[in-house]
């Protein structure tokens, strides 16, 4: 299991003073929008709070933050700092300590955001939430350690993992002249990757608890000791595609 994966895991024992809330009595929105250029990078860490990416037909990144909590005392310590550097539009949530150590603190923050269709997402970080990307067609990076992450409209290299969480990822279109790499990585969850019937891609596929699946004439074969791999060419080969999981079984199948 590669370093995001350990990080990602280091993440849940900082943030464990912070719990989700089920009842908020505090609701409020913050939004802003930022004019950029072609092939944009967007990146977000969030704490406690979904997150959902949709592209659209606009010349702007638009968020709207929505943050909930049980009282005024713990919404004051969430912070929203949403940046803007060149190309780059940076959104960190912030949740300051209790003075009060044995005291959890509620709220969270659930994000909807829109970006032109050809943005690179890059360091989507989440802890407790799951995450939905619809139509971004630039290359996309996101860590969570709770929660799940469904892709669609793929079209570049993409980095995904998931903790505990399931990930289903979607290439409408699979072009060898754009896509060098893809890897999907869970430690207590499923894989589902979904191709188009004329890709070409090189698979590398390993999970230790687990089944693997494919809708591409490929087998898999047992380890000498624990798990399964498969390892083998759709089509002509070419793009690298890596899925790895601990304890879920992983499909690559056909759209």
């Known amino acids: 299991m590669n370093y995001s994966i350990k990080k990602s895991v280091a993440a849940v024992v900082l943030v464990s003073s912070v719990s989700l809330s089920a009842f908020a009595d505090i609701n409020e929105t913050i939004e802003n929008s930022f004019s950029v250029e072609d092939n944009s990078t967007f990146s977000l860490s969030n704490i406690n709070g979904s997150v959902d990416i949709v592209s659209w037909s606009e010349n702007n990144i638009k968020v709207v933050a929505t943050i909930e909590a049980d009282n005024q005392e713990d919404r004051d310590r969430i912070k929203v700092n949403m940046n803007q550097n060149g190309k780059r539009v940076s959104v960190i949530t912030e949740y300051e300590k209790s003075h009060r150590s044995n005291r959890h603190s509620s709220g969270e923050v659930s994000y909807k955001v829109w970006v032109p269709a050809k943005t690179n ?40 993992s998931s903790v505990n969480g399931s990930i289903k990822a979607y290439y409408q279109t699979f072009d060898s002249s754009m896509v060098d790499d893809v890897e999907i990585e869970t430690v207590n969850g499923s ?54 999981s601990v304890n879920g079984s992983i499909k690559v199948l056909s759209n």
């Not at 608890?209 to 390892?231: C, M, P, Q, W, Y």
């Open 121 to 160: 997402l890059e360091d989507i970080e989440l802890v407790n939430g799951s995450l939905t990307i619809e139509d971004v067609h630039g290359e996309v990076e996101a860590q969570l350690v709770n929660g799940s992450i469904k892709a669609t409209g793929l079209q570049k290299d993409s980095e995904l």
């Open 191 to 244: 894989i589902k990757l979904y191709l188009p019937d004329n890709a070409n891609a090189k698979l590398d596929i390993d999970t230790m608890h687990g089944s693997i699946k494919t809708d591409f004439g490929l087998r898999a074969e047992k380890n000498s000791f624990v798990g399964k791999n498969l390892k083998g060419n759709i089509g002509q080969g070419g793009a690298k595609i890596s899925l790895e």
